[in-house]
């Protein structure tokens, strides 16, 4: 099992570009959950999706952030136009049963957004 | 709605000694999981505990254990024999199983640095 893959690890981009950041669940997880790590607000959960419905958006910080499920493998996470406080660790995580018994994470991708 | 507190920002401890770090946690739900996850310097999230509200004893995964005291809503982690190694960011964590949310929300952390 190769675990949940992010890509890229690191992205440096500048102010107002699309940014896209992909997630591969690991084989058989059904439920996908986006957190993004800062200094000031530590690890806060973005959106979850279960069966590849969004659950929850409700930590999505603003329109220019969304996030889709096109098949049961696989995540994008996209911000456009991107803005520098969007510079943080972006995290991705799967589980089976909605996350009951904890996740797995990805190994994150560091955004900086200059 | 629930709520994690880590109240050790940062902690020293001597190689070989056990350490506690502290969680308390709120939540109005009957049903709810506890979790510790590790963060080393290299950035991943390693998942080391869980711990069940119904569960009648403390969860245990080789030197990690859960000291899980429900009346106080508290979930210390004890780390027996500390290692160089155990030097990292420790995050408590907790999910409700019955909310329609359903989330793992994580505390603030505690930075555990070993020293020889």
């Known amino acids: 099992d190769a675990g949940v893959i992010q890509s890229p690890r690191h992205e440096v981009t500048e102010m107002g570009q699309e940014v896209t950041l992909r997630c591969k669940l690991i084989s058989g997880h059904n439920s996908l959950f986006w957190y993004r790590q800062t200094m000031m607000r530590g690890l806060e959960l973005l959106i979850y999706f279960n069966n590849n419905v969004p659950i929850d958006d409700s930590g999505m910080p603003e329109d220019r952030f969304s996030a889709k499920m096109p098949n049961a493998s696989f995540s994008t996470l996209k911000i456009q136009p991107s803005e520098p406080r969007d510079s943080a660790v972006y995290f991705c995580?799967?589980?089976?049963?909605?996350?009951?018994?904890?996740?797995?994470f990805g190994s994150g991708t560091r955004l900086t957004v200059v | 709605a629930q709520k994690i507190t880590q109240t050790q920002p940062g902690m020293f401890v001597q190689e070989k000694e056990a350490v506690t770090l502290d969680c308390t946690y709120d939540?109005?739900?009957?049903?709810?999981?506890l979790f510790w996850y590790k963060q080393p310097s290299s950035g991943e999230m390693i998942f080391l505990i869980y711990q069940g509200s119904y569960d009648q004893q403390n969860a245990t995964e080789g030197r990690y254990s859960l000291n899980f005291q429900k009346a106080r809503k508290s979930a210390n982690l004890v780390i027996s024999a500390s290692q160089l190694g155990d030097s990292a960011m420790y995050f408590c964590?907790?999910?409700?199983?019955?909310?329609?949310?359903?989330?793992?929300?994580f505390g603030s952390g505690t930075r555990l640095s070993i020293r020889p």
């Open positions: 964590a907790m999910r409700e199983i019955y909310s329609s949310a359903s989330k793992i929300i």
């Open positions: 995580a799967s589980s089976v049963d909605r996350g009951l018994y904890g996740y797995t």
């Open positions: 939540t109005s739900d009957p049903s709810y999981g």
